[in-house]
Nanobody, 121 residues
Framework: QVQVVESGGGLVQAGGSLNLSCVVS????????IGWYRQAPGKSRELVAS???????DYAEDVKRRATISRDNAKRMSYLQMNNLQPEDTAVYYC???????????????WGKGTQVTVSS
């Protein structure tokens, strides 16, 4: 079964840092775009950062100077590092991979179930 699993969330004090990781199962044959989204209570899911298959990164304006997204294709993993966390960063953080599975040429978006990040003031 193809799945995406996030890890690294938890409780962090304001001003602290976190390192999130996500991995996609080894049945995928190709990985294109990877992204991190977050959803705070009562709000819509929003993009935090993304990285293309060519390594081009994009960040939401409010995290641009505090976040770094990276990928390790050999390990089928992505990482999101965030610094100077604030209470408004509290959310469930989701990772997605755009993948091909086996010999199928169609790209699919696979999402994880999310990891909770809580920032205390």
């Amino acid at each position: 079964q193809v799945q995406v699993v996030e890890s690294g969330g938890g409780l962090v004090q304001a001003g602290g840092s976190l390192n999130l990781s996500c991995v996609v199962s080894n049945i995928v044959s190709r990985i294109n775009d990877i992204g991190w989204y977050r959803q705070a209570p009562g709000k819509s899911r929003e993009l935090v950062a993304s990285i293309s298959g060519a390594g081009i990164t994009d960040y939401a304006e409010d995290v641009k100077r505090r976040a770094t997204i990276s990928r390790d294709n050999a390990k089928r993993m992505s990482y999101l590092q965030m610094n100077n966390l604030q209470p408004e960063d509290t959310a469930v953080y989701y990772c997605y991979f755009q993948v091909r599975i086996g010999f199928v040429l169609t790209w699919r978006d696979l999402w994880g179930k999310g990891t909770q990040v809580t920032v205390s003031s």
